[in-house]
């Protein structure tokens, strides 16, 4: 059931995307769509500078929040 839930969700993701992509290159040139695709992996590596959280502090931060 998981499963399904998340091919959906990365089907419909994808679906999105190439909307968007496809609004883009019929605005901008095909060219500038593949420059703005050589791009999007950057957005991944970026993940690896986001904060690590640890139990306790999302414990501590959802007590502060609900206070």
């Given at each position: 059931?998981?499963?399904?839930?998340?091919?959906?969700?990365?089907?419909?993701?994808?679906?999105?995307?190439?909307?968007?992509?496809g609004?883009?290159?019929?605005?901008?040139?095909?060219?500038?769509?593949?420059?703005?695709?050589?791009?999007?992996?950057?957005?991944?590596?970026?993940?690896?500078?986001?904060?690590?959280?640890?139990?306790?502090?999302?414990?501590?931060?959802?007590?502060?929040?609900?206070?």
């Amino acid at each position: 059931m998981v499963a399904g839930l998340f091919f959906g969700l990365a089907f419909g993701m994808g679906s999105v995307g190439a909307a968007v992509l496809g609004k883009l290159a019929d605005h901008s040139g095909i060219d500038f769509v593949y420059q703005v695709c050589a791009f999007l992996p950057l957005i991944g590596l970026l993940a690896a500078f986001l904060p690590m959280f640890t139990s306790s502090t999302c414990h501590e931060r959802v007590d502060m929040l609900a206070a």
